[in-house]
């Protein structure tokens, strides 16, 4: 006999052993491979095949874990699913809210809702409302009057800017290249009564706004 020529160690006659020894040496190599393989032999209807050890050629017979789930079917406001196969789900932003996705809220109801309001502190004597003031308290500190200019085609109809004065100086609201409807002697350049009163500008249409609150 030779020595093992296979990763399993099994037997091979060598070529002068097919004359004198070939019934006893495929007798040792029929058993090598018996025994090699003996873990392939057994199992039943519906079993697999998995290892046992890193060990070659060791294998164990067992039955594959079966799950309830044949399908997955996406609900209301989700979207993917299936019945075979790696199943993705995710949120269908058409009809479902998320935190992430720019929507729309239509005819929705909000429980205590909780909106913080956010500040642009200015302390020149004038400035000009920008886009990002919409929905914010803007707040004038100043010595000496102050003035603040809605700008034309910025807003939109229903967009409101908090202003208070908190400085000595009073501050006037100027309509620049827009309408202003208010009350008072300064209807059209309405100013804050007063140190620390406020008042909110709303835009009622394309450039037009109408401006309420402790107005002189």
């Not at 002068?16 to 039943?44: H, I, K, R």
């Amino acid at each position: 006999m030779s020595n093992p020529t296979t990763p399993f160690s099994w037997q091979m006659p060598t070529a002068t052993d097919l004359v004198t020894d070939l019934p006893a040496d495929f007798a040792v190599f029929g058993q090598a491979v018996a025994t090699s393989m003996a873990d392939l032999l057994g199992g039943s209807t519906g079993q697999v095949l998995a290892k046992t050890s890193a060990t070659d050629m060791d294998f164990t017979w067992t039955t594959p874990q079966v799950g309830d789930i044949t399908g997955v079917t996406a609900g209301t406001g989700i979207s993917g699913g299936g019945t075979s196969g790696t199943v993705t789900v995710s949120i269908d932003t058409a009809v479902t809210a998320d935190l992430t996705t720019a929507q729309t809220l239509t005819n929705k109801t909000l429980t205590a809702p909780k909106i913080n309001l956010a500040f642009n502190a200015q302390t020149g004597t004038t400035y000009t409302l920008v886009a990002a003031d919409s929905g914010k308290l803007v707040t004038s500190s100043n010595a000496s009057a102050v003035v603040v200019t809605i700008p034309a085609n910025i807003f939109a109809a229903g967009e409101q800017i908090n202003i208070q004065s908190i400085g000595v100086g009073l501050t006037t609201i100027s309509g620049g290249a827009v309408t202003i409807t208010s009350t008072g002697a300064s209807a059209i350049a309405p100013i804050l009564r007063a140190r620390y009163s406020a008042a909110t500008i709303i835009c009622t249409a394309s450039n037009v706004f109408t401006v309420i609150g402790d107005i002189a």
